[in-house]
């Protein structure tokens, strides 16, 4: 029978003074449990033992890596890309949807502020019709529906070329311990996938130019209008796992935003966030774990026994 293990709070003072420190993984038999932090959590967990999960590690603390002694291993590990895979939309996305505002002189500018509230929208030519609706269309846009679409259609089509120029030129750089996990994946036969709700071209784009060809040959990418309904809808999450032919519940999701946790949980999937950073103060209650990143040694926070260990153990906060 395969030992359970516990996350737990690094120390009693870390656990009393503030509940989303930093967490240490350790086998139950290997170190006992303070009478303090036992009080502390019966007056705090009660009525919740059933399941908890891993805190957030702070950004810039040095944490534990999280790894259980277990045999399980998903079916399938499916990340988002854009704030998953490379931390793309403040200095990626955002540039090159504000070049192509300034190149049809449509006036428009998207600070770093408005952009953040901005990707609650999932897809980009959704969010800039959301956009457009709310604040009124510019004076170059036509003015019929069918037009409109075109027009988004057009000015997204641009953006992704001016987003693809940045990623082909290595200016945004792979997330830490993205690279490091597909690799435990591959090595074990596992699929791996990247569903997210950008261009097919620039998740590609991203996929061969930053994780290589080799790696990029072996991962399956849904992306873009592949499905009618974006995230926060489970359909691209259903969508991959029916192509890959594996049971969801079989599946690990490293998603960053509340809207990637809803869309893999509805497809009933387990979902581990790496926090980005527009989604640091998004809620996350639902998620199975949550991380500031996934890490490379020394640095590391989880990896792949971590995630297969979520199909089949409980976790104590």
């Given at each position: 029978?395969?030992?359970?293990?516990?996350?737990?709070?690094?120390?009693?003072?870390?656990?009393?003074?503030?509940?989303?420190?930093?967490?240490?993984?350790?086998?139950?038999?290997?170190r006992a449990l303070s009478s303090s932090i036992l009080a502390t959590r019966t007056s705090i967990y009660s009525n919740k033992t059933s399941r908890a999960r891993p805190m957030n590690l702070r950004n810039g603390s040095r944490g534990f890596t999280c790894s259980a002694s277990s045999s399980a291993l998903p079916s399938a590990l499916l990340f988002d890309c854009d704030g998953v895979?490379?931390?793309?939309?403040?200095?990626?996305?955002?540039?090159?949807?504000?070049?192509?505002?300034?190149?049809?002189?449509?006036?428009?500018?998207?600070?770093?502020?408005?952009?953040?509230?901005?990707?609650?929208?999932?897809?980009?030519?959704?969010?800039?019709?959301?956009?457009?609706?709310?604040?009124?269309?510019?004076?170059?846009?036509?003015?019929?529906?069918?037009?409109?679409?075109?027009?988004?259609?057009?000015?997204?089509?641009?953006?992704?070329?001016?987003?693809?120029?940045?990623?082909?030129?290595?200016?945004?750089?792979?997330?830490?311990?993205?690279?490091?996990?597909?690799?435990?994946?591959?090595?074990?036969?596992?699929?791996?996938?990247?569903?997210?709700?950008?261009?097919?071209?620039?998740?590609?784009?991203?996929?061969?130019?930053?994780?290589?060809?080799?790696?990029?040959?072996?991962?399956?990418?849904?992306?873009?209008?592949?499905?009618?309904?974006?995230?926060?809808?489970?359909?691209?999450?259903?969508?991959?796992?029916?192509?890959?032919?594996?049971?969801?519940?079989?599946?690990?999701?490293?998603?960053?935003?509340?809207?990637?946790?809803?869309?893999?949980?509805?497809a009933g999937m387990k979902c581990i966030i790496t926090k980005s950073g527009y989604t640091a103060d998004e809620d996350f209650l639902n998620a199975d774990a949550v991380f500031d990143f996934i890490g490379d040694?020394?640095?590391?926070?989880?990896?792949?026994?971590?995630?297969?260990?979520?199909?089949?153990?409980?976790?104590?906060?």
């Amino acid at each position: 029978m395969a030992s359970t293990t516990f996350c737990l709070f690094s120390s009693p003072t870390a656990l009393l003074s503030n509940t989303k420190t930093s967490i240490a993984c350790f086998k139950p038999h290997e170190r006992a449990l303070s009478s303090s932090i036992l009080a502390t959590r019966t007056s705090i967990y009660s009525n919740k033992t059933s399941r908890a999960r891993p805190m957030n590690l702070r950004n810039g603390s040095r944490g534990f890596t999280c790894s259980a002694s277990s045999s399980a291993l998903p079916s399938a590990l499916l990340f988002d890309c854009d704030g998953v895979l490379v931390d793309t939309e403040k200095d990626g996305h955002r540039v090159s949807f504000n070049d192509t505002f300034s190149e049809r002189e449509l006036g428009v500018t998207w600070d770093v502020d408005l952009y953040g509230e901005l990707l609650k929208i999932g897809g980009g030519k959704e969010r800039m019709t959301a956009y457009f609706n709310k604040t009124g269309w510019p004076a170059k846009a036509p003015k019929s529906e069918e037009e409109r679409k075109e027009f988004i259609a057009s000015l997204h089509k641009r953006k992704t070329e001016l987003f693809m120029a940045l990623i082909e030129k290595k200016l945004l750089p792979l997330r830490p311990g993205v690279a490091k996990l597909i690799d435990q994946a591959l090595e074990k036969g596992i699929k791996v996938a990247v569903c997210s709700t950008s261009n097919e071209k620039a998740v590609s784009a991203i996929v061969s130019c930053l994780l290589g060809p080799e790696r990029a040959e072996k991962i399956k990418i849904f992306a873009g209008d592949v499905v009618p309904r974006k995230k926060p809808d489970p359909a691209i999450y259903v969508l991959a796992a029916s192509t890959l032919g594996v049971d969801p519940s079989s599946c690990v999701v490293v998603e960053d935003s509340a809207i990637g946790l809803a869309a893999a949980k509805a497809a009933g999937m387990k979902c581990i966030i790496t926090k980005s950073g527009y989604t640091a103060d998004e809620d996350f209650l639902n998620a199975d774990a949550v991380f500031d990143f996934i890490g490379d040694p020394p640095e590391e926070r989880f990896d792949l026994s971590f995630c297969g260990s979520l199909l089949e153990k409980q976790y104590a906060s």
